[in-house]
């Protein structure tokens, strides 16, 4: 199995800035991509940052020039720089892991349990 587990969350003021974590632990074989998705109450989810093994990145066009996400490799861990926050950038902030597990080699996305930022003055 796949542990994902997120840190970071928190309060800050509208321009503030937050740097969330996550790290995948068990049984990797390999790590695909992992990324953070949002979802604000009464909306679906949706992706803020993505990065694959290749450090090729793409962001959802709402934190475009905002958000930076970024990747150690040798911890399985992936962070996410958010400046110049807005109020509309508050929701629970999901960090998703799609990776190859031992010992069958299947790929499958596991998910962490969700870290709230709330943009607020």
């Known amino acids: 199995q796949v542990q994902v587990v997120e840190s970071g969350g928190g309060l800050v003021q509208p321009g503030g800035s937050l740097r969330l974590s996550c790290a995948a632990s068990?049984?990797?074989?390999?790590?695909?991509?992992m990324g953070w998705y949002r979802q604000a109450p009464g909306k679906a989810r949706e992706l803020a940052a993505i990065i694959t093994n290749g450090n090729i990145a793409d962001y959802g066009d709402s934190v475009k020039g905002r958000f930076t996400i970024s990747r150690d490799n040798a911890k399985n861990t992936v962070y996410l720089q958010m400046n110049s926050l807005k109020p509309e950038d508050t929701a629970v902030y999901y960090c998703?892991?799609?990776?190859?597990?031992?010992?069958?080699?299947?790929?499958?996305?596991?998910w962490g349990q969700g870290t709230q930022v709330t943009v607020s003055s």
């Open positions: 068990g049984s990797i074989f390999s790590i695909i991509h």
């Open positions: 998703n892991a799609q990776a190859i597990v031992r010992p069958t080699l299947n790929r499958a996305d596991y």
